[in-house]
């Protein structure tokens, strides 16, 4: 079993940044891929970015690629998303998650194919 814990959630105002970080203890594996999602209220869960363990490829949601860069720290198991230029629009609830596996395709932006996942850490951009 895997437990992850996000932080760095809060309230910002728009055009401003924040830093998510994740933390992964328990069950270790050689390699694996961490990932952020996000989901708002009424709309379906969101892959924003993701990062696998060792190789370092990273693959992001298009729309997003320039405004959050996702990073990790494998002696610390933690993976971080920096959000710039914030806005309304990004207010939901962020999630890390990790799958253990490795797909075909573009599998990293499928929600199903993760196998362990954090609580969630509210993001809130006031405009």
């Known amino acids: 079993q895997v437990q992850l814990v996000e932080s760095g959630g809060g309230v910002v105002q728009a055009g401003g940044s924040l830093r998510l970080s994740c933390a992964a203890s328990?069950?270790?594996?050689?390699?694996?891929?961490m990932a952020w999602f996000r989901q708002a209220p009424g709309k379906e869960r969101e892959f924003l970015a993701s990062i696998r363990r060792n190789e370092g490829p990273t693959y992001y949601a298009g729309e997003l690629k320039g405004r959050f860069t996702i990073s990790s720290d494998n002696a610390k198991n933690t993976v971080y998303l920096q959000m710039n230029t914030l806005s309304p629009e990004d207010t939901a609830v962020y999630y890390c998650?990790?799958?253990?596996?490795?797909?075909?395709?573009?599998?990293?932006?499928?929600?199903?194919?993760?196998?362990?996942w954090g609580q969630g850490t509210q993001v809130t951009v006031s405009s």
């Open positions: 998650a990790v799958a253990t596996s490795w797909y075909g395709g573009n599998w990293f932006r499928n929600s199903a194919l993760y196998d362990f």
């Open positions: 328990g069950r270790t594996f050689s390699s694996y891929t």
